[in-house]
């Protein structure tokens, strides 16, 4: 379903990203962890295109794009709406209610009619627990339930991948878990998702493969009983150390 074969991206002279090799089979989940500053959220936008490696190639649900070249407008668009990105911060449209933030994808970029994209946005904000909620504006609502209407409106343009960029990082702690049981569900319906979190329960329970990245490198992957009870890499070792403190 995904894979990068030689993935750079520099920002200036700071290189982020090194050569990345990257595997991800359909209906699997991937969990990325590691420090920050490890290249995590950089490798997760360069799967959205929201940045472009300068060298590599990518292919995700059989369409490929090599970055040897330069890329046009219609090719960015067509492969981003292969993959859905949920971010930190919400992004909400504040003058949007979330209904009409959960249409507005289909409606402008895919130009599917309102009647149909209406129906599809309460479908999928039933399935994240809110449906009482579809009239109500981003500031009435919490920060765990803006990023589940985050999550609805990324499932909106019915990405063949989800993209989660650290999705509990901004929010209080008691609002962590309703997200992530939204997440878990749709692990459990065999969506294919690469998260990126701190949250390592999650990991152990959910994630079909475990990658740790660090200083722009996958430095070991496996599953997540060997990634986590039984680390190779002494750099995997020191890392799970000190969250485990």
Do not use: W
């Not at 019915?158 to 309703?178: N, Q, R, W, Y």
Request: net charge positive.
């Amino acid at each position: 379903m995904i894979s990068t074969q030689k993935i750079s991206k520099q920002f200036g002279d700071l290189v982020v990203l090194k050569d990345i090799d990257l595997e991800v089979e359909k209906g699997k989940v991937v969990v990325v962890i590691g420090p920050s500053g490890s290249g995590k959220t950089t490798l997760l936008r360069c799967l959205n295109l929201l940045e472009q490696p300068e060298s590599g190639l990518i292919s995700i649900d059989q369409q490929s794009i090599d970055f040897g070249k330069k890329l046009s407008k219609k090719e960015i668009r067509s492969f981003r709406k292969k993959s859905g990105m949920v971010f930190q911060t919400y992004n909400l449209f504040p003058h949007f209610t979330a209904l009409q933030n959960v249409m507005e994808g289909p409606v402008t970029v895919q130009k599917v009619n309102k009647t149909e994209a209406k129906k599809r946005a309460v479908e999928l904000l039933t399935k994240v627990g809110l449906k009482e909620k579809i009239d109500v504006f981003p500031y009435q609502l919490s920060g765990g339930q803006q990023q589940r209407v985050g999550i609805a409106r990324a499932m909106a343009i019915d990405p063949k991948v989800m993209l989660f960029d650290e999705p509990t990082s901004a929010l209080d702690p008691e609002l962590v878990g309703e997200v992530l049981l939204v997440m878990k569900d749709l692990a459990k319906e065999g969506r294919t998702m690469v998260v990126v979190t701190h949250e390592m329960k999650f990991a152990k329970e959910v994630a079909d493969e475990v990658i740790f990245m660090d200083e722009g490198k996958i430095i070991e992957r496996g599953e997540p009983v060997d990634l986590f009870e039984r680390p190779k890499e002494e750099r995997t070792k020191k890392f799970l150390n000190l969250i485990n403190q």
